[in-house]
């Protein structure tokens, strides 16, 4: 209740002898709350609330610069207080991709968000946003055994087994690391897509943004965690995004299925670090709300891994905590 009263007291100096409502908005998985302000005269804005002690605005800044000279619908910048971590921005509205995606809208709204990607990736240079290297990524991988095998399921690695995995990890980690890189969104999904009555999308909670390998928002938008479609589909899709994409100039491989494959080991890296998140947000933040969508994350991971055989002891671990253990022995 602090923090909100700062922000009262913020918004009233703002704007001395306006009358002002203020109501919850979303919250993410992070520290970061939103709120909608409206205004007496209809007008709404968001306040982006995020204590300096746990999270900076900065970079969320620095990214909403880079994105926004892009013709990107990403919100306005109103007003802001660094130093308490107060943002005040433009209102994209409430209503989620998620929200209006059906069989009929996809195709369309799809569309939007591949031409709204690749206007971003056409702008990517390094030296400009955090590179996504081995460590981060390799990171980001570790959370899966850490927090989905030994907390959630309790399954506790040997050495050996440690090792093994981490050989796997190596193999994906060198198909992602050999993709050019462009600027990732990082969570470019259906849930940070706002649908809007023009300039589809508006795009949200980009903060994290690096230079990464170029498949890996296509992978966090057709290998959505919070809605699934058949394979055939997103596929058609992945196919679009690359035809647009080479007539952009932007350096996807020349070879179709050569980029297929590097999108789908991309978007297992992004999976098994997503099972790892959850798990946290659960185990650790108290944040139930994200167990729900295990099982889809742990299909796709399933599915990609039965493809490769370089893949398979995943797939082993993941039967081992599912009680699917084969008769012969857990090896790898």
Same mark, same amino acid.
């Given at each position: 209740?602090?923090?909100?009263?700062? =922000?009262?007291?913020?918004?009233?100096?703002?704007?001395?002898?306006?009358?002002?409502?203020?109501?919850?908005?979303?919250?993410?998985? %992070? !520290?970061?709350?939103?709120?909608?302000?409206?205004?007496?005269?209809?007008?709404?804005?968001?306040?982006?609330?995020?204590?300096?002690?746990?999270?900076?605005?900065?970079?969320?800044?620095?990214?909403?610069?880079?994105?926004?000279?892009?013709?990107?619908?990403?919100?306005? =910048?109103?007003?802001?207080?660094?130093?308490?971590?107060?943002?005040?921005?433009?209102?994209?509205? %409430?209503?989620?991709?998620?929200? +209006?995606?059906?069989?009929?809208?996809?195709?369309?709204?799809?569309?939007? &968000?591949?031409?709204?990607?690749? /206007?971003?990736?056409?702008?990517?240079?390094?030296?400009?946003?955090?590179?996504?290297?081995? &460590?981060?990524? /390799?990171?980001?991988?570790?959370?899966?055994?850490?927090?989905?095998?030994?907390?959630?399921?309790?399954?506790?690695?040997?050495?050996?087994?440690?090792?093994?995995?981490?050989?796997?990890?190596?193999?994906?980690?060198?198909?992602?690391?050999?993709?050019?890189?462009?600027?990732?969104?990082?969570?470019?999904? %259906? +849930?940070?897509?706002?649908?809007?009555?023009?300039?589809?999308?508006?795009?949200?909670?980009?903060?994290?943004?690096?230079?990464?390998? =170029?498949?890996?928002?296509?992978?966090?938008?057709?290998?959505?965690?919070?809605?699934?479609?058949?394979?055939?589909?997103?596929?058609?899709?992945?196919? +679009?995004?690359?035809?647009?994409?080479?007539?952009?100039?932007?350096?996807?491989?020349?070879?179709?299925?050569?980029?297929?494959?590097?999108?789908?080991?991309?978007?297992?890296?992004?999976?098994?670090?997503?099972?790892?998140? !959850? &798990?946290?947000?659960?185990?650790?933040?108290?944040?139930?709300?994200?167990? /729900?969508?295990?099982?889809?994350?742990?299909?796709?991971?399933? /599915?990609?891994?039965? +493809?490769?055989?370089?893949?398979?002891?995943?797939?082993?671990?993941?039967?081992?905590? %599912?009680?699917?253990?084969?008769?012969?022995?857990?090896?790898?």
């Amino acid at each position: 209740m602090e923090r909100q009263q700062q =922000i009262i007291d913020w918004l009233t100096a703002l704007w001395p002898g306006r009358q002002f409502s203020l109501l919850p908005a979303s919250a993410d998985a %992070s !520290f970061r709350r939103y709120f909608r302000v409206t205004l007496d005269d209809g007008s709404t804005a968001i306040v982006m609330d995020a204590p300096p002690a746990v999270e900076d605005c900065r970079p969320w800044l620095h990214v909403q610069q880079l994105f926004s000279v892009t013709g990107a619908h990403v919100p306005s =910048i109103l007003a802001q207080d660094i130093e308490r971590g107060f943002l005040l921005l433009s209102d994209l509205g %409430s209503t989620t991709y998620l929200s +209006r995606l059906t069989a009929d809208t996809a195709p369309t709204m799809y569309g939007d &968000a591949i031409t709204a990607l690749i /206007k971003i990736q056409q702008v990517s240079r390094p030296g400009v946003l955090p590179d996504y290297d081995h &460590a981060l990524l /390799k990171r980001e991988l570790d959370l899966f055994p850490a927090w989905y095998l030994a907390r959630h399921h309790q399954l506790t690695l040997t050495d050996t087994l440690r090792a093994e995995l981490d050989t796997v990890f190596e193999r994906i980690l060198v198909v992602n690391l050999a993709e050019p890189r462009v600027f990732v969104h990082r969570d470019y999904h %259906s +849930r940070n897509l706002m649908h809007l009555t023009s300039a589809n999308p508006g795009i949200i909670d980009f903060q994290d943004a690096v230079y990464g390998p =170029i498949s890996y928002d296509v992978a966090s938008l057709f290998k959505d965690a919070y809605i699934t479609w058949d394979e055939e589909t997103t596929l058609d899709w992945l196919v +679009r995004y690359w035809d647009q994409a080479r007539k952009a100039g932007l350096p996807v491989a020349t070879d179709f299925a050569l980029f297929h494959r590097s999108y789908e080991w991309m978007g297992l890296q992004r999976h098994l670090k997503v099972l790892g998140i !959850f &798990a946290r947000l659960y185990h650790r933040d108290g944040k139930d709300g994200y167990l /729900k969508d295990l099982p889809v994350v742990e299909q796709y991971v399933r /599915k990609t891994c039965e +493809r490769y055989a370089g893949l398979k002891p995943i797939l082993k671990l993941l039967d081992q905590v %599912s009680g699917q253990v084969q008769r012969d022995g857990y090896t790898f």
